[in-house]
């Protein structure tokens, strides 16, 4: 019997394992270690836990066969004869189809250069052509011939270590703008005629990466905050308004109610009366008497 010849294709994106792999395939997760290994342990997406059986000099190592249950992250932890603290590793699995992207999602720095790549997963398999069709603006093919130095639109250009005849179908914007967001198509043409396709989400941090709901959401919120602001500043001027003419009202009702409740005693606290009286009719008067 012949080797089995395995389909499913390795990458490794900052650090985290990336395993690409058909339906039903059998794949062994691996994680390596630079130092003699004591012992490994896997845990699968869903949180189970698997012991490794093959635990080799610095390698261990899990077999599945690949299902849509086995996709996202993986996650082994290692311990070494040498350090107690263990060692963790990340593994991402995808079940994939004869194309696919490196990395499904890509996250760049505004104004950064950026690359989006798709491979073939059966191996190194030539490609025909690469196509890219971006969220916003049109579809454009590349290869090769097209590098730093003549981009297209002045943006795109195929990366120098990527290849078409080893199956790569990838672009680098120069430049990665607000409209580059969004999600990516790339075809990649076989020999027999056919064209597969994969997609690619990008993301954009720093400058213009605010979201349309985002903005809305800001927006409503500014003017949903000024509104309220408006109101309570209404109702306090009224309020203030409202108890200043009622203040003047009391006080003129008071002076009234005054005025009216004796108004004898308040004419004659406006108006002294004097009486003066004559000494010489008070003489006259003593001495008529018997």
């Given at each position: 019997m012949g080797a089995v010849k395995l389909s499913f294709r390795i990458f490794d994106n900052d650090g985290v394992q990336n395993i690409l792999a058909f339906k039903n395939e059998a794949v062994p997760i691996q994680c390596q270690a630079d130092m003699p290994i004591s012992y490994c342990g896997f845990v699968h997406p869903s949180g189970k836990r698997f012991s490794s059986s093959s635990v080799t000099n610095a390698k261990c190592e899990v077999k599945i066969n690949a299902s849509d249950a086995d996709v996202g992250e993986w996650k082994c932890h290692i311990g070494v004869q040498s350090v107690r603290v263990e060692m963790m590793k990340k593994i991402e699995v995808r079940v994939v189809g004869e194309v696919a992207a490196v990395q499904a999602n890509v996250t760049s720095l505004h104004g950064k250069p950026v690359t989006l790549?798709?491979?073939?997963?059966?191996?190194?398999?030539?490609?025909?052509?690469?196509?890219?069709?971006?969220?916003?603006?049109?579809?454009?093919?590349?290869?090769?011939?097209?590098?730093?130095?003549?981009?297209?639109?002045?943006?795109?250009?195929?990366?120098?270590?990527?290849?078409l005849d080893r199956g790569d179908c990838a672009v680098t914007i120069r430049k990665v703008r607000y409209e580059d967001v969004g999600q990516w198509t790339c075809g990649a043409g076989f020999d027999d005629g056919q064209e597969h396709i994969a997609q690619i989400t990008v993301e954009v941090e720093g400058l213009y990466t605010m979201s349309t709901a985002s903005v809305t959401g800001i927006t409503l919120g500014g003017i949903l905050v000024a509104g309220i602001i408006g109101i309570l500043g209404y109702v306090a001027w009224k309020r203030r308004w409202v108890l200043g003419s009622r203040r003047e009202e009391v006080e003129e009702i008071e002076v009234q109610e005054m005025g009216q409740q004796n108004p004898e005693a308040t004419a004659q606290r406006r108006v002294p009366v004097i009486t003066v009286q004559s000494p010489s009719t008070t003489g006259r008067s003593e001495s008529t008497s018997p």
């Open positions: 790549a798709c491979v073939t997963t059966k191996g190194l398999v030539p490609l025909s052509y690469c196509r890219f069709e971006p969220p916003n603006g049109s579809p454009f093919s590349i290869d090769a011939s097209v590098n730093a130095t003549n981009p297209i639109l002045n943006k795109y250009y195929f990366p120098a270590n990527k290849s």
